[in-house]
């Protein structure tokens, strides 16, 4: 089963950016596709995009569409999340995940806060 | 895109007693792209449902998923009380993939 390990809790100033790592082991990285969910404090689960790693196709939410890249770097089995703009709704937690559902990464709180 | 409402907001129910939890969806969902979700405080989610029905790796049968178009129902037969959390559905069929809002279940 695929192990995903995502980047420590950050802390940024409105109107920055803020790029968040997911490290997947244990499986072949460019087998699965990789998804973004945001959750603010105290709210459900919110689709921000995905990749598939295999061919480097990404789909994003329209709400975040612009604002938001997803990559992927099959050398070191890495996803990354950037987010720019941002605005104190964004403070959440993101987690990656594994197409599939099975896996997921621990989750990224990100503050954002002047 | 895609709107899952779930119902009840909450449900408030005793250990041993049967949960059932409502999505309903805005369009039609194929039935391969539905897939339940359930989530305890300070954790990552855990897929519970796949493909409406079949329950991932590990989940105790006494989780089981139905449904068809645009209502799916999940259902625990009987409450354990570790099952006491959030519980979300989510449709992939259609971009943007979503999530529906929530289902609370807590002890009575």
């Known amino acids: 089963q695929v192990q995903l390990v995502q980047s420590g809790a950050e802390v940024k100033k409105p109107g920055s950016s803020v790029k968040v790592s997911c490290k997947a082991s244990?499986?072949?990285?460019?087998?699965?596709?990789i998804s973004w969910v945001r959750q603010a404090p105290g709210q459900g689960l919110e689709y921000v995009g995905r990749?598939?790693?295999?061919?480097?196709?990404?789909d994003y939410a329209p709400k975040f569409q612009g604002r938001v890249t997803i990559t992927a770097d099959k050398s070191t089995s890495t996803s990354y999340m950037e987010l720019s703009g941002l605005t104190s709704e964004d403070t959440a937690i993101f987690y990656c995940?594994?197409?599939?559902?099975?896996?997921w990464g621990q989750g990224t709180l990100v503050t954002v806060s002047s | 895109e895609i709107v899952l409402t779930q119902s009840p907001g909450t449900l408030s129910l005793s250990p041993g007693a049967r949960a059932t939890l409502s999505c309903r969806a805005s369009?039609?969902?194929?039935?391969?792209?539905l897939a339940w979700y359930q989530q305890k405080p300070g954790q990552a989610p855990r897929l519970l449902i796949y493909?409406?029905?079949t329950r991932a790796s590990g989940i105790p049968d006494r989780f089981s998923g139905s449904g068809s178009g645009t209502d799916f129902t999940l259902t625990i037969s009987r409450l354990e009380s570790e099952d006491f959390a959030v519980y979300y559905c989510?449709?992939?069929?259609?971009?943007?993939?979503?999530f529906g809002q929530g289902t609370k279940v807590e002890i009575k």
């Open positions: 995940a594994e197409d599939a559902g099975i896996s």
């Open positions: 244990g499986g072949t990285f460019t087998k699965f596709a």
């Open positions: 990749i598939i790693t295999i061919i480097d196709v990404t």
């Open positions: 369009q039609s969902v194929s039935s391969h792209y």
């Open positions: 493909g409406t029905s």
């Open positions: 989510q449709q992939s069929g259609s971009s943007p993939w979503t």
